[in-house]
């Protein structure tokens, strides 16, 4: 079977989510044969439905969530019924920080025991998704609330989501990958000590930095999305030598070198190039 991850939505920050610009469904990650939910954000039990094939939320193994925000989180507990065949059938993990869990938790109490576990974040932990399968939180974010990015770790190499956060020194070590996702809500600079996301040159700083293979941008807000995220992406490639791709609800990033018929080089590739 292919690794791939498919972007339900690709939506960031506000307006873009709450007039559905973009869709703001999560993360669909099958590696190694386990599937796995990232940040089930409004519509994504409807995605994953209408996903052409069809993604059978019955099939997931687990659903992590890199932070308790409206637009990473509302669609948690319908889509653990759903992984769980509305409670009758208990399996799957949730990953999730424990802020989530507290007050006005974002994981429903009496779902809680329909799941085969509950896994809290922590800051430099990893955790066994299947025999070949890990993924690690390896720092703490800065956003708000207790955010983690994640960096998978496969057979065939490793991924990271850089999820929402301000820019900081230790990001591009932790996230040293072969692809990297970054969620890049802005497009210019906001010079604000309370900016909480990545801007564009931010994106630009850690792709130099990292060198991954493969660079892929999503979580637009209105700011990116108006300058046309793809023209971005071919801006950011020419510009760091790097391959970036800007996401589209639907793109189906194939690990083992192909997007949806469109060859993605792999990191061979690109040295001979
Ligand atoms: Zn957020």
Excluded at 130 to 136: I, K, L
Excluded at 183 to 205: G, R, S, T
């Amino acid at each position: 079977m292919i690794d791939f991850i498919k972007f339900l939505g690709t939506a960031g920050a506000r307006f873009v989510v709450s007039k559905q610009l973009r869709s703001s469904a999560g993360l669909w990650c099958s590696l190694g044969g386990s599937n796995i939910l990232i940040d089930p954000g409004p519509g994504t039990l409807q995605r994953c439905l209408s996903s052409r094939p069809r993604l059978d939320p019955e099939s997931l193994d687990g659903i992590v969530l890199t932070h308790r925000h409206i637009d990473h989180s509302t669609d948690m507990n319908i889509m653990v019924e759903a992984m769980t065949s509305g409670t009758f059938n208990r399996k799957g993990k949730v990953y999730l920080p424990r802020d989530a869990l507290d007050e006005e938790p974002v994981l429903y109490r009496y779902l809680r025991k329909s799941v085969e576990e509950v896994v809290i974040l922590k800051k430099g932990n990893s955790y066994k998704i299947s025999e070949n399968v890990v993924f690690a939180t390896p720092v703490s974010h800065i956003h708000g609330v207790e955010t983690y990015g994640l960096k998978f770790k496969t057979p065939g190499g490793t991924v990271s989501l850089i999820a929402d956060t301000r820019p900081f020194t230790e990001l591009a070590k932790a996230y040293r990958s072969d692809i990297i996702i970054l969620n890049v809500v802005l497009y210019q600079p906001v010079y604000h000590k309370e900016v909480q996301h990545l801007d564009l040159e931010n994106a630009a700083e850690l792709i130099r930095k990292i060198n991954p293979r493969l660079a892929v941008l999503t979580h637009f807000g209105m700011t990116m999305l108006k300058q046309k995220p793809w023209e971005l992406a071919s801006r950011l490639s020419e510009e760091t030598g790097v391959k970036v791709v800007a996401a589209y609800d639907g793109f189906k990033l194939e690990l083992s070198g192909y997007l949806e018929g469109e060859k993605i080089l792999t990191g061979e590739e690109v040295k001979n190039e």
